[in-house]
């Protein structure tokens, strides 16, 4: 599950924040498990006296702690570095709070790349269809994959000569060699013909946006996460959807897991009049942060779909649209996400904490933590509906999008 989230630092403590798809387990509590059993009796009376002072007792523990495991464990490398994230990570996780994590600096960076939506690869997306093939969704434009001349419905049998047999989704995948500059072998089959193709993985950026017109006056815009260039991709695709004539919009939060708290507001602040609040933020001391529109916002008739993974951000949005009346709500209840994490640099590490920080409540000063969001009109997917991801429904089983048009068209 995607969290809202803000980036800041200690010294900047709080100017912000708003799949399949991560290890919590650290590598130092495995250490001291080990260790337990061989450590030699050392009374706390006397450790005390070496570890304390300013410290306090858990400082004092983990030092004391490191220093046994310097002198007796076995297998002990000198990896100190190892054992300071572990301790890190072990710290988050005890926190209790299910999103809390320690990120060291190398995994912050790969996690910035991920939202940013920018990845080395060769730029396609994948699902297991219905007969059970690997069947290749999306192919990005700019990427490996479409100057190859790889294209949607292709099914993909081999990566690098390993077929797809026995195989889970994402052990397939994992033949790809996704290194700058790697070459690999696709074996495609396209109807009845079997093709090869050489794609040499490289940086590649996916959109968070896909979008089209349903009908001669209504457009659709799907909305994939609240990361990276989704603001300005949001905007385009209005842009030339009005060009193309749209007059009403189905705007798709079904399976938008969230994002960021500033690209929500961002996103919300393109449709609602200006000074709206579009939420506010509650901290754990009962301080209060409200965040409003700066623009005068797009004034079109429009229906927000949503479904059960609809999250955090997707939450935050559509509960400004609902509590406005800005827009129709069609879909299943949303997750049920209402509560904010933010980042915190470690200094001495470089590595990164996110932590749940605060609430968030909608216009009207309700809280979705643990509740969601029912929309105006509850519409489920059959089954077989559910199998495919959003952007591939064919039209005739998308009860909710069949829904929506037949609501604008009213």
Not at 202 to 209: F, G, I, L, Q
Not at 229 to 234: A, G, P, Q
Not at 270 to 294: N, Q
Request: with cysteine; glycine share 8%; proline share 2%.
């Amino acid at each position: 599950m995607e969290q809202i989230y803000q980036t800041t630092n200690e010294s900047e403590k709080r100017e912000s924040r708003i799949g399949k798809r991560v290890l919590l387990i650290c590598c130092f509590l495995i250490a001291i498990a080990l260790t337990a059993s061989i450590v030699y009796a050392v009374t706390w009376s006397a450790a005390r006296k070496q570890y304390t002072g300013e410290d306090g007792d858990l400082v004092a523990a983990v030092r004391e702690l490191r220093d046994i495991i310097r002198e007796h464990y076995f297998y002990y490398d000198a990896d100190e570095k190892q054992l300071t994230d572990g301790v890190l990570k072990g710290l988050a996780a005890a926190t209790g709070d299910t999103y809390a994590e320690y990120y060291t600096k190398e995994e912050y960076a790969d996690l910035t790349k991920q939202n940013d939506r920018t990845f080395i690869g060769i730029g396609i997306l994948t699902q297991v269809n219905a007969n059970g093939d690997v069947e290749i969704l999306e192919v990005y434009d700019n990427t490996p994959a479409s100057e190859a001349g790889l294209e949607p419905g292709d099914l993909i049998r081999e990566i690098n000569g390993t077929g797809y047999e026995g195989l889970t989704l994402n052990d397939f995948l994992a033949n790809v060699q996704a290194e700058d500059g790697a070459a690999n072998t696709f074996v495609i089959q396209r109807g009845e013909e079997m093709l090869s193709f050489e794609i040499v993985a490289r940086e590649v950026h996916t959109p968070a946006v896909s979008y089209r017109m349903l009908t001669d006056t209504i457009g659709y815009i799907h909305l994939l996460s609240f990361h990276g260039t989704c603001v300005e991709e949001t905007q385009t695709a209005i842009k030339e959807l009005r060009e193309a004539g749209m007059r009403s919009l189905v705007f798709d939060f079904r399976d938008n897991l969230g994002g960021s708290l500033y690209d929500a507001i961002d996103i919300a602040d393109i449709f609602l009049p200006k000074d709206y609040i579009v939420t506010t933020l509650r901290s754990r001391d009962g301080d209060t942060v409200e965040y409003k529109t700066k623009q005068s916002g797009l004034d079109i008739r429009m229906v927000l779909l949503l479904n059960e993974y609809s999250a955090s951000a997707s939450e935050l949005v559509a509960g400004a649209f609902k509590d406005y009346g800005a827009a129709y709500l069609i879909g299943t209840k949303t997750y049920g996400k209402g509560i904010v994490q933010s980042f915190f640099e470690i200094k001495e590490t470089k590595g990164w904490i996110k932590i749940t920080t605060d609430a968030y409540y909608t216009p009207n000063g309700v809280c979705v933590q643990d509740h969601g969001i029912i929309p105006d009109e509850v519409v489920e997917l059959s089954e077989e509906a559910q199998s495919y991801s959003i952007d591939r429904i064919p039209f005739d089983l998308d009860l909710q999008l069949q829904a929506a048009i037949a609501y604008l068209e009213d």
